[in-house]
């Protein structure tokens, strides 16, 4: 007879529910490069709302280490970066594509190919190379 009473003892208030499950969860998309000049691209979900965020070094202060979490409040901002880069990659040297909030920049140096920088509102650097971008590219066209 005591497992009815252990049962009222260890949950008085059973018939109310005392907590909330939250959908909250952090993913690395994809990790373009490691080592001191990490780049990685991060899928957030909380509650109902997804958003991206592109989590690199700020190569902009060189003595200190510095992250950045540039966010993309949805899928199709994340497109148009998606967009941007493919625009770029036949593009030439010193070509731009601009945004209300970032712009990135091909710059192709001799003996290594292409480059881009990302530039977000002229508080954050990063660059990147051709195959960086494209992995990026490949990564948020699969979403």
């Known amino acids: ?57 700020n190569q902009r202060i060189t003595d200190d280490v510095v992250m950045t979490t540039f966010r993309f409040r949805n899928m199709r901002q994340l497109k148009y970066l998606q967009e941007g880069l493919t625009a770029l990659k036949n593009g030439a040297n010193g070509d731009m594509a601009k945004y209300q909030d970032y712009s990135i920049k091909r710059v192709d140096v001799k003996k290594e190919g292409t480059w881009y920088v990302l530039n977000c509102n002229e508080e954050a650097v990063t660059n990147f190379q051709q195959h960086e971008a494209d992995k990026l590219i490949e990564a948020i066209v699969k979403l």
């Open 1 to 57: 007879m005591k497992k009815l009473i252990l049962i009222s003892l260890f949950f008085p208030f059973a018939a109310k529910a005392q907590f909330k499950i939250v959908n909250n969860a952090t993913i690395n998309l994809i990790e373009l490069r490691e080592g001191d000049w990490p780049i990685t691209l991060q899928r957030v979900t909380r509650d109902s709302d997804t958003t991206f965020i592109l989590l690199f070094r």
